[in-house]
């Protein structure tokens, strides 16, 4: 699939919006990733209003181009799928800002592969996009989830600012065998 090696982050868009079918299409791969148990604990906030872009550019100081981005695409979980304890870990004080603790709770694994799924899409479509780290920073977590109104169980996990490029970024070689262990760890492979 040439869009795994062809994907890089963009920051620079263009002043042009998205079309909506490829909106849809980019959603659309965001949903079919894999996802522990099946569970699909993802929920997605479309973000175009210029001045809530500049809300989120604010919030972030690795998230400025959200506001020149025509797209924000915040990638959200549902603790309450996500999470087969929810219930009882948030009687016991569990927050969004602090979520994650317990076992068999998968959400991040799912989100993250969801969100790179949104990667790959907006690549294929000719567009650029970049991943943009929230959780588990408490303070953008919080602030995204006051402005755009989510309720407790629902924790802004990445965003996804993109757009067409101002440039295509070069793909890049960054294989490196030295990091596969064949065998036993430390072990090289043999030709
Ligand atoms: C979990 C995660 C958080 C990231 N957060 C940011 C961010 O806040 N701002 C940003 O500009 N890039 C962010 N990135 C993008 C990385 O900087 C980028 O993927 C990395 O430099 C490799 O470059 P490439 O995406 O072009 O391959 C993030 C990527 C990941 C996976």
């Known amino acids: 699939m040439n869009a795994i ?3 890089r982050s963009v920051r620079d868009f263009l002043d042009k ?12 791969a965001a ?3 894999p996802s522990a148990h099946n569970r699909r604990p993802w929920e997605w906030v479309m973000i175009t209003d210029r001045v809530d872009r500049e809300a989120v550019a604010a919030m972030s100081p690795w998230a400025k181009m959200c506001a020149s981005a ?8 549902d603790l309450k799928k996500g999470d087969p304890d929810y219930g009882e870990n948030a009687a016991a004080g569990l927050t969004a ?20 799924n949104a990667l790959l899409q907006i690549t294929c479509e000719g567009l ?17 989830m006051d402005a755009f109104g989510l309720p407790p169980h629902i924790v802004p ?8 490029p101002v440039k295509t ?16 760890y430390g072990q090289a492979g043999t030709d």
């Open 157 to 164: 996990f990445a965003l996804i600012a993109l757009g067409y």
């Open 70 to 77: 025509p797209v924000v695409l915040a990638a959200c979980a």
């Open 97 to 116: 800002e602090n979520a994650a603790a317990g076992e068999d709770i998968y959400w991040i694994q799912d989100l993250s592969a969801a969100v790179e």
């Open 31 to 33: 949903f079919e990733a």
């Open 169 to 184: 970024p070069r793909p890049k070689d960054r294989f490196d065998p030295a990091k596969v262990h064949h065998g036993r």
């Open 17 to 28: 919006p998205v079309e909506k079918e490829k909106l849809d299409r980019i959603l659309r």
């Open 128 to 144: 650029g996009g970049v991943w943009l780290g929230w959780y588990p920073d408490k303070g953008r977590v919080r602030s995204f």
């Open 5 to 7: 090696f062809e994907r």
